[in-house]
């Protein structure tokens, strides 16, 4: 009997998954557990394995389209062996466009005369400039769906010059909503100058985008399901979360100090470089193991206290941010925390995270030091209480017992959610992680 493989649910919030990459073709063999394509969520791509052994038979959603979780994605079975055609069959609900795959046939117009399309549909084709009374649906009735739509406009992209298509993608032009004028419809360099002039004449003088140069006036990109997501809750944090922000300056000259002592022990131990970064982790966890009213997280009406810390830490990787989380950071050693730290970045920057490991924080450092910035403010990573910014260490002249002495010095910013933490608890946790940054070295015993 086939066997569906399906979108998995990687996570509590996750409701579907885009398609990235197909690592088999339809009549390929594979084993129960060979990877057989991989996904793309809000925060992760990972490889999904076959759940049967046996020849892919039908390959039901293609690389780039979406499913919701639990759908059928594709089909595993005995070679020439008749799909399913109903859900009990395979064990799985079968969405429309996997029947519409599997054999059903698609009509794009009811017997009404009305064109049935999905709201999105009909939005992307007024996006694209797409006729639908001239797409074809795969869904049920004949229904015009997502899918349909995207591969309008990849059809109407394949006809067009080699020439037309890299001045349409200097102008910023989408082609797939021009009209070619050439033999069957292609898409000529003249087609395109046309839609150019034609889109700058509707544009209001006051609108016009700035000229950079010779080429387009601006490259228009569909955001990345996790640019979406950063979007998304970015928005959201800075809308529903009353922010608090406090700022103070600690003398770096003891973190310094204590990254010169051990980072030989470390790299020997770890295989990887000591970070300043790993040292402020482990301040600010000892932090907010004394801090047990910081150490929580907004649930609803309630605030939930967590007796143990669970510390995020911001890393950038390509199309947006991810905050890998450190369970049990107070526990650790200032080796064991640099060690975590540098194995979550390292399948951060890959794709790779788990759900359960960028999950599930009470509290996030940010440090762009690295990239020479003083200072700065960031934003509470819902439903944590708070966030450290943390900037680069820069030598100044600064007053030591009554004299002026150049040390390094390092800006801190903490922001917190004010319907957990008051002014006053959040500037004694400020005063006491500047306290065990400034006595790094004692973080190491």
């Given at each position: 009997?086939?066997?569906?493989?399906?979108?998995?649910?990687?996570?509590?919030?996750?409701?579907?998954?885009?398609?990235?990459?197909?690592?088999?073709?339809?009549?390929?063999?594979?084993?129960?557990?060979?990877?057989?394509?991989?996904?793309?969520?809000?925060?992760?791509?990972?490889?999904?394995?076959?759940?049967?052994?046996?020849?892919?038979?039908?390959?039901?959603?293609?690389?780039?389209?979406?499913?919701?979780?639990?759908?059928?994605?594709?089909?595993?079975?005995?070679?020439?062996?008749?799909?399913?055609?109903?859900?009990?069959?395979?064990?799985?609900?079968?969405?429309?466009?996997?029947?519409?795959?599997?054999?059903?046939?698609?009509?794009?117009?009811?017997?009404?005369?009305?064109?049935?399309?999905?709201?999105?549909?009909?939005?992307?084709?007024?996006?694209?400039?797409?006729?639908?009374?001239?797409?074809?649906?795969?869904?049920?009735?004949?229904?015009?769906?997502k899918k349909d739509i995207l591969e309008k406009r990849e059809s109407a992209r394949a006809r067009i010059t080699?020439?037309?298509?890299?001045?349409?993608?200097?102008?910023?032009?989408?082609?797939?909503?021009?009209?070619?004028?050439?033999?069957?419809?292609?898409?000529?360099?003249?087609?395109?100058?046309?839609?150019?002039?034609?889109?700058?004449?509707?544009?209001?003088?006051?609108?016009?985008?700035?000229?950079?140069?010779?080429?387009?006036?601006?490259?228009?990109?569909?955001?990345?399901?996790?640019?979406?997501?950063?979007?998304?809750?970015?928005?959201?944090?800075?809308?529903?979360?009353?922010?608090?922000?406090?700022?103070?300056?600690?003398?770096?000259?003891?973190?310094?100090?204590?990254?010169?002592?051990?980072?030989?022990?470390?790299?020997?131990?770890?295989?990887?470089?000591?970070?300043?970064?790993?040292?402020?982790?482990?301040?600010?966890?000892?932090?907010?193991?004394?801090?047990?009213?910081?150490?929580?997280?907004?649930?609803?009406?309630?605030?939930?206290?967590?007796?143990?810390?669970?510390?995020?830490?911001?890393?950038?990787?390509?199309?947006?941010?991810?905050?890998?989380?450190?369970?049990n950071a107070e526990e650790k050693s200032v080796a064991e925390l640099s060690r975590e730290a540098s194995a979550?970045?390292?399948?951060?920057?890959?794709?790779?995270?788990?759900?359960?490991?960028?999950?599930?924080?009470?509290?996030?450092?940010?440090?762009?030091?690295?990239?020479?910035?003083?200072?700065?403010?960031?934003?509470?990573?819902?439903?944590?209480?708070?966030?450290?910014?943390?900037?680069?260490?820069?030598?100044?002249?600064?007053?030591?017992?009554?004299?002026?002495?150049?040390?390094?010095?390092?800006?801190?910013?903490?922001?917190?959610?004010?319907?957990?933490?008051?002014?006053?608890?959040?500037?004694?946790?400020?005063?006491?992680?500047?306290?065990?940054?400034?006595?790094?070295p004692a973080l190491f015993f």
């Amino acid at each position: 009997m086939a066997v569906a493989v399906n979108m998995p649910k990687l996570g509590l919030q996750m409701t579907g998954g885009v398609i990235t990459q197909w690592l088999v073709s339809e009549g390929d063999t594979v084993k129960k557990g060979d990877p057989v394509f991989s996904i793309e969520t809000d925060k992760i791509v990972s490889d999904v394995e076959s759940t049967a052994s046996g020849t892919v038979l039908k390959i039901l959603v293609p690389a780039g389209g979406e499913a919701k979780v639990m759908e059928p994605c594709c089909y595993v079975g005995e070679a020439g062996e008749k799909l399913p055609e109903a859900p009990e069959e395979a064990g799985a609900a079968i969405p429309p466009a996997a029947k519409a795959a599997a054999g059903a046939a698609p009509a794009s117009v009811p017997a009404a005369g009305r064109l049935l399309a999905t709201p999105y549909a009909r939005k992307l084709a007024g996006e694209f400039g797409i006729d639908l009374a001239a797409v074809a649906g795969s869904g049920p009735n004949g229904r015009i769906q997502k899918k349909d739509i995207l591969e309008k406009r990849e059809s109407a992209r394949a006809r067009i010059t080699p020439v037309a298509k890299k001045l349409a993608e200097e102008l910023g032009v989408d082609y797939a909503a021009v009209t070619g004028s050439g033999p069957n419809g292609r898409i000529q360099k003249e087609d395109v100058l046309a839609a150019a002039e034609a889109r700058h004449a509707a544009q209001p003088a006051a609108s016009e985008p700035l000229q950079a140069d010779s080429g387009g006036e601006f490259v228009l990109k569909p955001m990345s399901a996790m640019r979406k997501t950063v979007a998304r809750r970015l928005s959201e944090s800075k809308q529903t979360i009353p922010h608090v922000y406090y700022e103070d300056e600690a003398d770096a000259t003891g973190l310094v100090a204590a990254r010169e002592m051990f980072r030989e022990i470390a790299l020997k131990k770890n295989g990887s470089k000591l970070t300043y970064n790993d040292i402020i982790l482990k301040a600010v966890a000892a932090a907010l193991s004394e801090f047990g009213d910081i150490n929580a997280r907004l649930q609803g009406e309630n605030i939930a206290y967590f007796r143990h810390v669970s510390l995020g830490f911001a890393v950038s990787i390509p199309n947006g941010l991810i905050v890998p989380v450190i369970r049990n950071a107070e526990e650790k050693s200032v080796a064991e925390l640099s060690r975590e730290a540098s194995a979550l970045s390292g399948r951060a920057r890959e794709g790779r995270l788990t759900p359960g490991e960028f999950t599930g924080g009470t509290f996030t450092v940010s440090n762009l030091g690295g990239y020479g910035l003083e200072g700065f403010q960031a934003i509470i990573n819902p439903p944590e209480s708070g966030i450290l910014a943390v900037g680069a260490i820069r030598k100044k002249p600064v007053v030591v017992n009554d004299a002026v002495a150049i040390r390094p010095m390092m800006r801190f910013a903490g922001s917190f959610d004010h319907r957990l933490v008051d002014g006053a608890l959040a500037a004694q946790f400020m005063a006491r992680v500047k306290g065990l940054l400034e006595d790094a070295p004692a973080l190491f015993f």
